[in-house]
């Protein structure tokens, strides 16, 4: 009896404390249905008719299907018409905890910021209400290959660009190794993810790469150009700590990656010098009033741009130059290689090109010029076929009509060798013989090109001595033997 009256006491409370706080009792979600099934239910909120309507055959198909309606409608006494004002929104954090770690495309998912925020404002805008579908599911909204559109939905301006690049192209043809949207936000990538900027370019440049070149299933015919990027400046910045060093998405965009022939593509021959002229700007300013950058700017694709000496992703392979270049012209191999006058040469001795601009090989261009080896041993192209207005980085190439061509302008004090030869040859020597030796003994010295008036006075004293020696020990030898033979 005690029992009895203990169980039943327990019993009122409970139901006065789920009255109390509102808190729905369990029912059947048919019980739901039977009102909510209706296709004409409707409320008013912030004066917009919201339809009620819950189609039982969307509700059994998605993945909550098996659950009860108060599973995730909670706080709310279904006797009262409305059954609460405002009614409690599902928290689908309740049971899917891990779901901000699996979501760091959104950040907020989690806190605060998830309601206030209306990209991320809750769960259902991208997985929907109660149509929920596994996201393995190939017709699922939120499976990768639908991601675009879905995503699409807020993201609107990275949706349309996403839909020109080469990444859906790829996707729209049934390439499994396509990234979607889900695929590369799932790395944390965006600055809302990682505000170190050093530490997102790294994370960017190894999710390009997985693909592009760590990936043994990559089938991309792009990663075989990419096996050497470590080694390249721009990789080898990145991995010594250079947050400034530019990674994939720098030079080929991030939603728009589009194919090198489309106009529109950052990486098209034309549009190359505007992508590194945005950290190399003296050097794209120099190269756009060059004779080079006005014929690209014109449309010519025979012209040369940034890549074509420099290189993509790595060190790319020498051009080829006939044998008989170096035959005619009295160069050598190593030595424009060395100074990297082979891209120059590769183009100007090539007489089937050159005829179609009207332009001398390098071979006939050079007939004037005296001591050609010599020439050519310490003397680079762009010494005297680029502009020596400061800063001198030797890209403003300059018409015929205005090239060096007269020995005063470079062998005669003051002199453009002074501030432009001689600099360059000065340093190659003092790199490899250090300051003093490189500085005496440069191949470069000519008096009056050193800007030193101590070597020079010392060069011009020493001359004078040797002279002054010889002519007196000639007249000393003259004069004693004369005076032998007299006696």
Not at 283 to 292: D, G
């Amino acid at each position: 009896m005690k029992f009895t009256m203990r169980f039943g006491y327990v019993f009122v409370l409970l139901i006065m404390f789920l009255i109390e706080n509102e808190i729905s009792i369990a029912q059947k979600s048919e019980d739901c249905l039977a009102c909510h099934s209706d296709p004409d239910i409707t409320m008013e909120r912030n004066g917009k008719t919201i339809s009620l309507t819950v189609k039982k055959f969307m509700l059994a198909k998605s993945v909550h299907g098996k659950l009860e309606c108060v599973n995730c409608h909670v706080g709310f006494n279904p006797d009262n018409i409305p059954h609460k004002t405002p009614m409690t929104m599902p928290n689908c954090l309740s049971c899917h905890q891990d779901a901000p770690n699996k979501h760091v495309f959104h950040p907020s998912m989690g806190t605060t910021k998830l309601t206030s925020n209306p990209l991320y404002s809750d769960c259902k805008n991208c997985h929907g209400h109660h149509d929920v579908m596994s996201y393995k599911k190939s017709f699922s909204r939120t499976n990768f290959i639908n991601s675009t559109n879905f995503c699409g939905n807020c993201h609107k301006a990275e949706k349309e660009a996403h839909l020109k690049s080469q990444h859906y192209v790829a996707l729209n043809k049934n390439e499994p190794n396509a990234p979607t949207c889900i695929f590369c936000h799932s790395q944390p990538v965006t600055k809302a993810n990682v505000p170190d900027l050093l530490t997102r370019k790294r994370n960017q440049e190894q999710l390009c790469l997985g693909c592009h070149l760590n990936n043994p299933n990559a089938k991309s015919k792009y990663a075989k150009r990419l096996v050497n990027y470590n080694t390249s400046v721009h990789g080898a910045a990145i991995a010594k700590g250079n947050p400034n060093a530019a990674v994939c998405v720098d030079c080929h965009g991030t939603h728009d990656l589009e194919s090198t022939e489309s106009p529109t593509s950052r990486i098209n021959q034309f549009n190359i010098p505007e992508v590194c002229g945005k950290c190399h700007i003296s050097v794209a300013q120099e190269y756009k009033v060059s004779v080079h950058g006005i014929a690209l700017k014109d449309g010519n694709k025979d012209v040369p741009g940034c890549t074509y000496c420099h290189g993509e992703h790595n060190i790319r392979p020498l051009p080829v130059v006939p044998p008989r270049v170096f035959a005619e012209t009295h160069m050598s191999k190593s030595t424009i290689v060395r100074n990297k006058m082979v891209y120059c040469v590769a183009c100007h001795s090539n007489e089937k090109l050159m005829s179609k601009y009207h332009i001398n090989t390098v071979a006939k261009a050079h007939d004037w010029l005296p001591n050609k080896a010599t020439h050519w041993e310490t003397v680079r192209c762009v010494d005297c076929h680029s502009s020596y207005i400061p800063p001198n980085l030797s890209h403003n190439i300059l018409p015929p009509d205005k090239t060096i061509k007269k020995c005063e302008e470079c062998h005669a004090q003051n002199s453009i060798l002074m501030s432009k030869l001689y600099k360059h040859e000065k340093r190659t020597s003092r790199e490899k013989f250090g300051f003093i030796n490189g500085t005496i003994l440069s191949d470069a010295y000519v008096i009056g090109t050193t800007r030193n008036v101590f070597l020079d006075s010392i060069s011009i004293i020493l001359v004078s001595l040797v002279i002054l020696g010889i002519g007196l020990h000639a007249l000393l030898r003259w004069y004693f033997n004369t005076g032998k033979e007299k006696k």
